[in-house]
C-alpha cells in the first residue's frame, strides 16, 4: 500500500470553501462519510483518500462557480464520473471539494449527418450507444466499464474496439472545460479537421483532470456496420495466440476487436460466465463490414489462425451468441476474482509494439509463476496491451511486496521494449515513478505546463506529475 | 498585404548568437540574401521576412546546441523544412536564425512488423513513400506538396487521404524534440496508444515550431492495399457533388480520397494537365481495400452518385490513368494559376461540418462572383474542407481588398457553422485574428502554455499566439 501519498491541506481555505459553496448548492453539497468515501478511490490496491465535500453540479455554469470559488482560496477540486478509474485518479489526498457530474448527462445534440454528437460528461458510454441505436450510429469506445465520457476523455481510455476505431484521442473532436481559474473554454467546434492553434482537446484528454474540469464532450460517431461477426479461436499457447494476433494485424485485416485470454481467464470465464470452452488461451474476435466484408475478413483470420496452430475457430451464430460472449469478456475483472475469493485484483496495463507482444507476455506469465503470484492475463492484443490481474491477500505484506515487484519489473521491461506503463489507465497515483522513467524530462515539460495554468495546483492535486 | 506584422528586433543579441555559432558551423552558416529570402514566407500573399542566418543543421545534437544559443542571447529560432507552408509560417518578423532541417533526412528505422518506422524531420513524403513501396507500406498523409514530414507534423497538415487515414495527428506515435530552452526530449515512444501523461505529442503536432524544434518522428504506417481504385464522377451543381459526398461518407463507404474540383477548376486541370474532362463539377475518388472490397465501395458509390445526377462515373483502369489523374489534382494549385496569368494564389482552408458543406461551397461560389474574383475550388471534401483560391494582381488594392473582405468573410462563415477557418494550412502570421474569433478564451491558456514553455518568446515568434 502506500501508493497515495498524503498532501498538505489548506484546512482554513477548505472550510471557508465549503462554508461558501454550501450557501449555493445546499443538499447538492454532502459532507457525509459514506458519501465522501464512495468518491476516493475505491478500486485496487490504492488507499481511500475522501474529499472534504461532494457537489452534485448540474450545469457548467455551476461546476464554473465550484471552481472560481476554490481557485479563490486555493482549494483542491477532484472531479469524479463514475468512480471506475484503477490508479487513484479520484483520490483527495489533500482533501478538497469533489465535483460530481453524474448529473450532467443530458444528451445535447446528435447531428447524424456530420456523424457526431454533443454530450454532458455524466453520460455513460451505454447510455449514449442505447440513446444512438434507433438511428443506425454508435459511438465505439469501450473499456469494459459503463464509464462517464468525461472520465472516459479524462483518462484517455480505450479498451477492446480501440485496436479499429482508436482511444478517446480519436473520437473526441472538440471539448468545454472549465480551466483552474474558473473561466469556461471550448478547444474547438464540430469540424473533422482542424489546424487551429495549439491542440487543447489532445491536451486535456488524458490530463485526469488536472489542467480542467470537461463539461462538454463533442464526439465522432460512426455507422452500426451492415455486419458485425464475432468469432473465437483457442490456441496451444499464449506465444501461438500472440503470433497469430501479430499476423494479422501485420495482414492488414480491419479487426474491430481482438482479444486475448490467457488459460487462466479461460477458466475463470467458464465459471463465472457459465461456459464451456477449452482451457487453453482463446481469441475473442469480432469482424465489422458489409455482409462480403466482415465474411472476407473472418475467412482470412481462419487462414493465418490455421497456421499458427488455432483450433475451434466459430463465428458465432447468433446476436445472443455474440452478446454473451463479450459480456463474458466485460466480465473477466469479476470472474478473475472469483479465482481466489478473498483477493485484491491488481491490473498491470502495459503496452509494446506488437512484435515484442508474444516474448512481454510470455515473460509476464513466466515471472509470476516465479513469484507464485496467481495471475489471469487478458489483453487488448491487436494494440499490443495486455492486462495481468494479479490476485493478492492486500493483508499479506509478502506478496503485496511481491506483486510491487511484479508492476515495477513489468512496467520496466515494457519501457525497454519501446513501450508504454499505460496503455489506457491513466498514471493517477499508481504509476507516477513509471511516467518519470518512461519519458524523463519531458515530465518537466508536463511540469511547466500544469504550473502555467494551474498555479495554485488545486486541480486533482498530486496526480500525473 | 501587411499581413506579416514586424515584432522588435534584439539586434545585438542576434550579432553575438551568429558570431558564436559561425565559429561552430562554419559555412553551414549562411547570411547571404537570397538563402535568407528562400528561407522567409514565399508563397501567397504575405510578404518575406527573412532570417539573419540560415543554419544546415546536421542532427538533434547540433539543433539543441543552435536553440541552446539563440536561447541564452534571446534570438529568435525559425524550423525550417521544405517552405511549402502557406500562412507565413517560416518568416522571421523579429529576424534571427533559421534552421533549415532539409540535411536531417535519413530514415531511421522502418519495423514493418509494427507497421511504424522512425525519421528525421527533412524526410519528405515522396522519400518515405519510394522508400517504403517495396516493403508493401505507405505513409498516407499527402498534402500534395511533397513537404518534409517535420513541417507536415508542425502544420498538422493533412490533405486528401485523411478523409480515410486521418491528419498527422492520428499518424504520430511519438516526437523527439528540442524544446525552447534546448532540452531535447521524447514524448514517447512505439505503443501503439498510451495514457502515459500529458500528450505532448500532440501538442507539438500543429504547434507550427512555436513550442520547439521537431528533430524526430515516429510515424504509424499502412499496408499497400490489396486494391487501389480510383474513380471520377462529374455532376450537373457543385451542390450535387456535395450531396452525393456527404451520402457518401454518412453512408459509411469507407473511401480513402473524395476530392472536389468545381467547374473553373476542372478547365484549369483539362488546360494545364491535357486532360478532357467534362467542364462541371467533378468529384475524384479512391477506394482502398482488398480486390471484392473496393469494387464494393465503388458499387455503392456509383448507386449514390446516380440518385444525385451524376454522370460519366467511370473507374480508372489502369495505374498510369490513376497517377494522371492525381498528379493533374496534385497540380492544380498551378493550374489554376494558369487561369489567369501573373496573378497571385490566395487559398482559403476553412472546414465545416459536412452537412453544411454544399451550402458552404455555394455561398463562397456566390460570394466570390459578387465580388467579381476569380476563384476556383476544390476541397478534400468528405472531411468538409475545401479551398478557394483567390486569383488577384497582388499590384491592385481594389482586388486585395476585395480578397482580403473575402477571406474574412468566409472564414467567418465557417465559424458560424460550427467549423474551423483551418483544416489544415495551420494559423502562422496570416489567420491569428481568426483564430481568437473561432476559439475566444482558449487562445488565452495558449499563451499561457508558449509563456511557459518559451518565456522569451524565441521559438518562431509571431505565429499562432
Not at 462554508?19 to 458519501?35: A, E, P
Not at 474529499?51 to 464554473?64: H, L, M
Not at 484517455?156 to 473561466?183: C, F, H, I, Q, W
Request: with cysteine; aromatic share 4%; proline share 4%.
Amino acid at each position: 500500500m502506500g501508493r497515495a501519498a498524503t498532501l498538505e491541506r489548506n484546512a482554513a481555505g477548505i472550510e471557508t470553501a465549503i462554508g461558501i459553496l454550501k450557501q449555493r448548492f445546499g443538499d447538492r453539497l454532502q459532507t457525509g462519510g459514506s458519501v465522501r468515501e464512495q468518491h476516493g478511490h475505491t478500486t485496487t490496491w490504492i488507499e481511500n483518500q475522501s474529499p472534504d465535500a461532494v457537489i452534485f453540479a448540474t450545469s457548467t455554469e455551476e461546476v464554473a462557480a465550484i471552481v472560481a470559488t476554490c481557485a479563490a482560496h486555493k482549494v483542491p477540486v477532484i472531479p469524479f464520473g463514475t468512480g471506475t478509474s484503477l490508479e487513484g485518479h479520484v483520490n483527495a489526498p489533500a482533501g478538497g471539494v469533489c465535483i460530481d457530474l453524474g448529473q450532467m448527462n443530458r444528451i445535447l445534440a446528435v447531428n447524424e449527418g456530420d456523424l457526431d454528437c454533443i454530450v454532458q460528461p455524466g453520460v455513460t458510454r451505454e447510455q449514449l450507444n442505447t440513446h444512438l441505436r434507433d438511428k443506425g450510429l454508435f459511438f465505439p469506445i469501450d473499456p469494459g466499464a459503463n464509464a462517464s465520457l468525461g472520465g472516459m476523455a479524462a483518462t484517455r481510455a480505450s479498451g477492446t474496439n480501440a485496436v479499429r476505431y482508436g482511444t478517446m484521442k480519436d473520437n473526441v473532436l472538440s471539448l468545454e472545460a472549465v480551466m483552474p481559474d474558473g473561466r469556461i473554454i471550448r478547444t474547438g467546434h464540430r469540424a473533422k479537421k482542424s489546424s487551429a492553434g495549439y491542440d487543447l482537446t489532445r491536451l486535456l484528454i488524458g490530463a485526469e483532470g488536472t489542467l480542467g474540469v470537461i463539461t462538454q464532450l463533442t464526439l465522432r460517431l460512426h455507422g452500426i456496420p451492415e455486419a458485425i461477426t464475432a468469432a473465437r479461436c483457442s490456441f496451444p499457447s499464449v506465444d501461438a495466440a500472440c503470433q497469430a494476433v501479430m499476423a494479422t494485424i501485420q495482414y492488414g485485416v480491419p479487426v474491430a476487436r481482438i482479444e486475448l485470454l490467457d488459460q487462466l481467464s479461460v477458466r475463470a470465464a467458464n465459471a463465472y460466465s457459465g461456459l464451456d470452452l477449452p482451457e487453453t488461451p482463446l481469441l475473442l474476435l469480432e469482424f465489422h463490414g458489409s455482409d462480403a466484408g466482415a465474411a472476407e475478413q473472418a475467412e482470412t483470420f481462419g487462414d493465418i489462425a490455421d497456421e499458427f496452430g488455432g483450433t475451434g475457430f466459430a463465428a458465432t451464430a447468433t446476436v445472443e451468441e455474440r452478446n454473451k460472449l463479450w459480456q463474458a469478456r466485460h466480465d473477466m475483472y469479476w470472474a478473475s476474482l472469483q479465482l481466489r475469493p478473498g483477493a485484491r485484483g491488481i491490473s498491470t496495463d502495459v503496452c509494446v509494439p506488437i512484435s515484442r507482444l508474444a516474448e512481454c507476455v510470455t515473460a509476464a506469465q513466466d515471472k509470476a509463476a516465479e513469484l507464485g503470484l496467481l495471475a489471469p492475463v487478458v489483453g487488448h492484443v491487436g494494440d499490443g496491451n495486455f492486462h495481468t490481474l494479479l490476485l493478492i491477500d492486500i493483508d499479506n505484506p509478502d506478496e503485496v511486496a511481491k506483486a510491487e515487484d511484479f508492476v515495477g519489473w513489468l512496467n520496466d521491461l515494457a519501457i525497454s521494449m519501446e513501450g508504454t506503463c499505460t496503455g489506457e489507465h491513466g498514471i493517477g497515483q499508481g504509476k507516477k515513478p513509471y511516467l518519470v522513467r518512461e519519458l524523463g524530462s519531458a515530465v518537466d515539460c508536463m511540469r511547466a505546463i500544469k504550473a502555467a495554468l494551474d498555479p495554485h495546483d488545486i486541480m486533482n492535486p498530486g496526480k500525473i506529475v
